[in-house]
């Protein structure tokens, strides 16, 4: 019902509210449907884009992201909706892609520093010595801060969020973008197939925990997305292979398989899609 529901959105929906890219910050385009979006919602509303009291921002496009991300406005404060709407976006992309901190650092090529402050402290009691630990932080709603306005109009405006414990919240390439189950990752091969799989010289074996024959078999069946689970499954569970469940990444390979979302055909369809491929001899 869930994927139905999404599925019904992309044909009923002209367009998307809150498609937030990240080329290096939070991208957002004055000519984007957010955007647009929230002038039509501010003229409803009887909000004017340069507020009379206080100083006015530099540009329009600044002022549009003032509107957008601080929690002092009169649309953050009446409307408090928006502003979850757009944290909820956010939070989502991160979450689905999000990666270790220490793997996070790597890919950037930043030092590893030291993240979370601890306070530790000793009390005294009657019946000995109590030791507590607590973090100095304090959970709260992500924070939109404007890093700049960029473009020839001046109609692109970069932003940076900022989550708990001050770290900069960035959409990263986790398991959901880098899966280990991606056959053409493990492979080397756009859109691998069986054929490729049985033709290839060499396989991988997972730190040499697989035969070739055992990879070729495994690897045959994440070709087949729509039996790829029980052919899978029992792959581990026959002939005492659930050991080769020690190996860190076939653990990960097996999660992706079970619990990733792929494709899907609605109800209404009366059979799955299957590309259309003549053979001759």
């Not at 340069?50 to 509107?67: N, T, V, Y």
């Not at 692109?156 to 001050?166: E, R, Y």
């Amino acid at each position: 019902a869930v994927l139905a529901y999404f599925a019904s959105l992309d044909r009923r929906c002209a367009r998307a509210l809150f498609m937030l890219r990240m080329p290096d910050k939070v991208e957002v385009r004055k000519y984007s449907d957010t955007v647009r979006f929230m002038q039509k919602f501010m003229d409803r509303c009887g909000y004017e884009l340069f507020q009379r009291e206080g100083l006015a921002p530099g540009s329009e496009m600044e002022a549009l992201m003032m509107w957008l991300t601080d929690p002092n406005t009169r649309l953050a404060r009446e409307h408090p909706e928006f502003g979850m709407l757009r944290d909820m976006v956010f939070l989502y992309k991160f979450l689905a892609t999000m990666e270790s901190r220490e793997g996070e650092l790597l890919r950037k090529r930043k030092d590893i520093g030291q993240f979370y402050t601890w306070r530790l402290s000793f009390e005294e009691e009657t019946a000995g010595q109590r030791y507590t630990a607590g973090w100095r932080t304090k959970p709260a709603p992500p924070r939109w801060l404007l890093f700049g306005v960029r473009g020839r109009d001046l109609d692109i405006a970069d932003l940076q969020v900022v989550g708990f414990g001050d770290r900069e919240l960035t959409f990263g390439e986790g398991p959901v973008v880098c899966s280990p189950a991606d056959l053409s990752r493990l492979v080397g091969l756009p859109h691998a197939s069986e054929d490729d799989i049985l033709h290839l010289d060499k396989l991988p074996t997972f730190d040499d925990v697989l035969s070739a024959e055992e990879s070729e078999e495994l690897l045959s069946y994440l070709t087949v997305d729509y039996v790829r689970i029980p052919l899978t499954v029992n792959f581990f569970a026959s002939q005492d292979r659930v050991i080769y469940l020690f190996s860190p990444q076939l653990q990960k390979l097996l999660r992706a398989v079970l619990f990733e979302p792929g494709p899907w055909v609605e109800g209404s369809a009366q059979e799955a899609p299957v590309p259309d491929t003549r053979l001759s001899v």
